[in-house]
């Protein structure tokens, strides 16, 4: 499985920006998929995920702001989105797409960062 994720970009706040990531290779091995983000110095954190059969789940920092979409109306690539509203000067982080297998492992994306000016 590999993901490759676009969309980050600078943006002030109350601003809005749409991550994207293509997902291509064993798509029937994927159980769910994910972004996540990470600021210099703290963990890697859990920003949304959507599972195979469509069921969602947010951070408490980002519900109703943040919107976690898929389409794999094509055979071959999922397309995975994080649409972000209502940006905030903490939501800029560097923000990696994942994907968790069936197996319990994970493949990630490079990341792109998301910067919000106050």
């Known amino acids: 499985v590999q993901l490759q994720a676009s969309g980050g970009g600078l943006v002030q706040a109350g601003g809005s920006l749409r991550l994207s990531c293509a997902v291509s290779?064993?798509?029937?091995?994927?159980?769910?998929l994910g972004w996540y983000r990470q600021v210099p110095g703290k963990e890697r954190e859990l920003v949304a995920y959507i599972t195979r059969g469509g069921t969602t789940k947010y951070s408490d920092s980002v519900k109703g702001r943040f919107t976690i979409s898929r389409d794999n109306a094509q055979n071959t690539v999922y397309l995975v989105y994080l649409q972000m509203d209502s940006l905030k000067p903490e939501d800029t982080a560097v923000y990696y797409c994942?994907?968790?297998?069936?197996?319990?492992?994970?493949?990630w994306g490079q990341g792109t960062q998301v910067t919000v000016s106050s």
């Open positions: 290779g064993s798509i029937l091995s994927i159980n769910a």
């Open positions: 994942t994907a968790i297998l069936v197996s319990g492992s994970s493949r």
